[in-house]
């Protein structure tokens, strides 16, 4: 079955950087789109970056442009959020997903890793 693994949260201070990683299985993971969300205590879950299948299109959040760049190694089966300059603001709980269609619904979600930025 498919299965969306995301790592790399922790706890960092304010102005750290942090690297998640989220590893695909049980999809041809070259022909989805991959996605980045995020879900704050009490918040409802909110879009943080998408990369198309092909890398030709990339998408941030305004709250985190400049900030994260999401990248993805198809032969590895991965997709990645580097996150630097990190505030408290950004603390949440960071899911991958993936959607095989260029619009619509997320096909596969993660469990999600908690990033925690303290002040």
């Known amino acids: 079955q498919v299965q969306l693994v995301e790592s790399g949260g922790g706890l960092v201070q304010a102005g750290g950087s942090l690297r998640l990683s989220c590893a695909a299985s049980?999809?041809?993971?070259?022909?989805?789109?991959m996605g980045w969300f995020r879900q704050a205590p009490g918040k409802e879950r909110e879009f943080v970056a998408r990369i198309t299948r092909n890398v030709r299109i990339i998408y941030y959040a305004d709250s985190v442009k400049g900030r994260f760049t999401i990248s993805r190694d198809n032969a590895k089966n991965t997709v990645y959020l580097q996150m630097n300059s990190l505030k408290p603001e950004d603390t949440a709980v960071y899911y991958c997903?993936?959607?095989?269609?260029?619009?619509?619904?997320?096909?596969?979600w993660g469990q999600g890793t908690q990033v925690t930025v303290s002040s």
């Open positions: 049980g999809l041809t993971f070259s022909s989805y789109s």
């Open positions: 997903a993936a959607r095989y269609d260029s619009s619509g619904a997320y096909d596969y």
